[in-house]
């Protein structure tokens, strides 16, 4: 049986979240479960593009509109999938007041990739670490 997690966390917990919107708050931060995983497609773009801007993106994903009504402006998105517990793509990538850290998207999927119109930044930054948001501390993901 396979899993499939996709997350936006954030340090900013004073968002105004419906109930409708899983989410929790642990360890002081707040944790919003996405319906779809957007992620690999977003990233995708952005690094064709090559564009840093959340707001050039808004009418394609869902998550950025989601983000932008909670005001929510830094936060890490997260996507982990595995299939019979073999993992397929592990996503990570820090926005911080929107805009998308191009050196911090990581990628189980990119690494393979060999699309010519992806560009790869050289340097690379941890985006858990540029943010100060450590997913081993979230008791569920551990």
Not at 23 to 41: G, M, Q, S, T
Request: net charge negative.
């Amino acid at each position: 049986m396979g899993q499939n997690i996709s997350m936006i966390i954030t340090k900013e917990i004073d968002a105004k979240i419906s109930d409708k919107i899983p989410h929790i708050i642990e360890n002081d931060l707040l944790i919003i479960v996405l319906k779809n995983n957007e992620f690999a497609r977003f990233i995708k773009r952005v690094l064709r593009a090559y564009r840093t801007d959340l707001e050039y993106y808004i009418e394609d994903f869902e998550f950025i509109t989601l983000i932008k009504q909670l005001n929510i402006k830094t936060f890490l998105a997260y996507h982990e999938s595995d299939w019979g517990g073999i993992p397929v793509d592990s996503i990570r990538f820090a926005v911080v007041d929107h805009e998308i850290i191009i050196e911090s998207i990581e990628s189980d999927e990119l690494e393979d990739s060999e699309d010519p119109f992806l560009l790869l930044p050289t340097d690379k930054v941890n985006a858990e670490e540029l943010l100060g948001i450590h997913t081993n501390k979230i008791n569920y993901l551990s």
